[in-house]
């Protein structure tokens, strides 16, 4: 059984009869305690509660969450994930929790990634090595004074062994899959592709984010879901949604293409511009301390 001071969000809303992750958890046998969180414009809200338990069904106030966040835009489009994100940290408090897990509602698996030749093989992680995976990434956060950790996606398993991400071991993103501390909360800014501003926009402050490259979650599908996001995502398309983070962070993000040969509007993320970075100390030029004090 997981530790008592830690939960799992899944962040949902109007697929209460078709709750991938939920159905995920339950087959890879998690052990930890597990909350709906819906927002009370949900038509659906009774079948959640009839479905998953009402005690599990944390409904926060979508107008005051709206009152409180800064959704960069004056479309007045309420369609958004960004509002659960910022109530999970009053949730979790409420909860009387020291940690949570933010998931979407649309994950097919959670995986373990390893090498094996030129392939890249994966695993499904089941009762103890879930729960294990998940108490590492909380010790992971804690000991690395991160805002958020996260576990990888498939996007960023492309190319393989070879394609970089995986060798990696960590990146400076976090979305999808976040690890938080209840003291530390996040704001995120955006009606759309607000995990991605967040982490570039605090990231350039010097606030880390990391994702952790050995380990993966596997999305449904893009927009293949009805309900959360997609009819917003089907009707302004990835373009309108990317342009959030370009207003946020121009000097490091801007609009490019992604896929193969069915290519889609995606933003793109110069690195280099974006974060601090700490340099290796063999760049270090040796200097006598007198030589330190006069500078």
């Not at 046998?29 to 005690?55: C, H, M, P, V, W």
């Not at 408090?93 to 994950?107: A, R």
């Amino acid at each position: 059984m997981l530790r008592d001071d830690f939960a799992v969000f899944i962040l949902t809303h109007g697929r209460a009869d078709n709750v991938v992750t939920a159905d995920t958890l339950k087959r890879q046998k998690y052990s930890g305690k597990l909350y709906f969180i819906i927002d009370n414009e949900d038509d659906t809200a009774e079948l959640y509660r009839e479905k998953f338990g009402a005690e599990n069904v944390i409904m926060f106030d979508k107008a005051a969450a709206v009152a409180r966040a800064d959704t960069m835009d004056n479309i007045c489009e309420h369609r958004a994930i960004l509002y659960a994100r910022n109530e999970s940290w009053r949730i979790a408090k409420e909860l009387g929790l020291k940690y949570f897990l933010m998931l979407d509602d649309d994950y097919k698996d959670i995986l373990i990634r390893w090498p094996e030749g030129t392939k890249l093989k994966g695993k499904s992680m089941v009762g103890p090595q879930l729960d294990g995976l998940f108490e590492a990434m909380l010790t992971f956060l804690d000991a690395s004074g991160a805002a958020m950790v996260a576990l990888a996606q498939g996007g960023d398993m492309i190319g393989g062994v070879n394609g970089g991400g995986y060798k990696m071991g960590l990146k400076r993103k976090c979305m999808n899959s976040m690890f938080c501390r209840t003291d530390t909360p996040v704001e995120f800014r955006g009606t759309m592709n607000e995990d991605v501003t967040t982490y570039t926009t605090l990231g350039s402050r010097g606030v880390l984010f990391f994702t952790f490259m050995r380990c993966q979650v596997t999305q449904i599908q893009t927009q293949s879901l009805s309900g959360g996001m997609t009819e917003a995502y089907k009707e302004s398309g990835t373009y309108t949604k990317s342009f959030y983070s370009v207003m946020s962070m121009p000097s490091c993000v801007e609009i490019g293409k992604m896929g193969g040969s069915h290519q889609r509007t995606h933003h793109q993320i110069n690195w280099d511009c974006c974060v601090p970075k700490i340099l290796n100390q063999k760049y270090r030029k040796e200097k006598n301390d007198a030589e330190h004090r006069r500078e």
